[in-house]
């Protein structure tokens, strides 16, 4: 990207940042669930959605492979079994946990970006 | 490098209007970020009912829909809108195939442009379109 379309998506993600985060955080939620083997079927089909969502909107910010990581969780939530979760959500959820580390510290830089 | 496409330069009043079909707030607002910059107006909408009613009494120069709309199919958007009007439409999707893009051509969308997409491509598809050098819909970038 320009410089100043990048300015203009990173001013995006800083404008929408709770709204993602959100998002980001009910994908999550709905997997520690599904390891538990609590999760509800309407919890389930929200977070498909948002994890949907995530997988086709992240990527446009050039954080990390949102599109991966999001894919991977609707695929997960979609259809591994509870009995299977257990094995592939701890790692998932690690990578999660890291995207929105890394989201902050670009939505950071973008608050920085236009103070100066 | 190759230059950028752009518009001649136009006063505000004759800057094209596209309407953007899409319920995600986030995906909205970029669209409209990227579109305003490039001297585009963007007419927002968030659900089917009202991007038929606005493709009905705006003047537009493109249509954008995405496949998923809360309250209707996006195919079946785009095909009640090409009933009504000529202009481009154009058909978002994160599920973008081959199969797909037959379909979305079936109901009458000229492009079609996966998602994720980049700043560049969408900027480039939507001149593309409304410069009138539109791809047909099989051949358009489903892979961003």
Known sequence: MDQKTTLLVRGVLEQ???TIVSRI???DSALRLLADGALDPAVRENALVEA???AGTLAIFEIGDAEALFTSSEQVLQ???????????PALRGQIQTFLRQLSEAAGQSRDGERT | MRPRPTLPARSRGDMPRILVADDDVVVQSLIDTILVAEGFRVVPA?????ALRLAQTSPLALVIV???L???????????????VSHPILMLSAQMDESLMRLAHEAGVTACLGKPFRPAQLRQ????????????????DATP
């Open chain 1, 16 to 18: 929408h940042y709770d």
């Open chain 1, 25 to 27: 955080r009910s994908v």
């Open chain 1, 52 to 54: 949907h969502r995530l």
């Open chain 1, 79 to 89: 259809e591994v079994p509870q009995d299977e979760a257990g094995a592939r959500v």
């Open chain 2, 46 to 50: 968030a659900f089917g009912r009202d």
């Open chain 2, 66 to 68: 995405d496949q998923r």
């Open chain 2, 70 to 84: 809360p309250d209707v199919d996006g195919l079946d958007l785009a095909r009640r809108i090409r009933a009504l």
């Open chain 2, 125 to 140: 598809q939507v001149i593309a379109l409304i410069g009138g050098a539109a791809a047909p819909a099989g051949s358009s």
